[in-house]
């Protein structure tokens, strides 16, 4: 059996500061694609928001992550950032932005993610206005 590979763009709505689900999204796309096996790259495609794998059934865990990169990144840190083109939570964005990450690689087996069972994948937006971000798919499998 040959390689085959599929890509898609998924625009994502936030509404501020959150980290967003998009598990399902992605779930659906991949599964159907009907690829058994494979690997699966989630891209977010800015500088002011990021990827990440984590716990998705204690809300709790959401709410102490934002709290702690606030914490880390803050908007008003006792030294100012230089780079505040765009408002006071401009260079935390990109702060937060640097200490996770913008690109994910998930397998596929068996037809599915291979996510562990309280794991989910979101959009971490550290902004406080509402933006639409673009996170790219690209799947390689068989």
């Given at each position: 059996?040959?390689?085959?590979?599929?890509?898609?763009?998924?625009?994502?709505?936030?509404?501020?500061?959150?980290?967003?689900?998009?598990?399902?999204?992605?779930?659906?796309?991949?599964?159907?694609?009907?690829?058994?096996?494979?690997?699966?790259?989630?891209?977010?495609?800015?500088?002011?928001?990021?990827?990440?794998?984590?716990?998705?059934?204690?809300?709790?865990?959401?709410?102490?992550?934002?709290?702690?990169?606030?914490?880390?990144?803050?908007?008003?840190?006792?030294?100012?950032?230089?780079?505040?083109?765009?408002?006071?939570?401009?260079?935390?964005?990109?702060l937060k932005t640097a200490?996770?990450?913008?690109?994910?690689?998930?397998?596929?087996?068996?037809?599915?993610?291979?996510?562990?069972?309280?794991?989910?994948?979101?959009?971490?937006?550290?902004?406080r206005a509402a933006h639409?971000?673009?996170i790219v798919l690209h799947?390689?499998?068989?």
């Amino acid at each position: 059996m040959s390689l085959r590979q599929f890509g898609t763009h998924l625009h994502v709505a936030t509404d501020g500061k959150a980290l967003v689900e998009i598990t399902d999204r992605v779930r659906e796309w991949t599964e159907a694609l009907g690829l058994q096996n494979g690997l699966l790259t989630v891209f977010c495609r800015h500088t002011s928001a990021s990827l990440l794998i984590q716990e998705n059934a204690a809300t709790a865990v959401r709410a102490d992550l934002e709290r702690f990169f606030d914490r880390l990144a803050p908007e008003r840190p006792p030294t100012p950032y230089e780079h505040d083109d765009e408002g006071p939570d401009d260079m935390p964005a990109h702060l937060k932005t640097a200490l996770t990450q913008v690109q994910l690689t998930i397998p596929i087996e068996k037809g599915r993610l291979a996510l562990g069972t309280w794991q989910g994948i979101y959009l971490f937006e550290h902004r406080r206005a509402a933006h639409r971000r673009d996170i790219v798919l690209h799947v390689l499998g068989e």
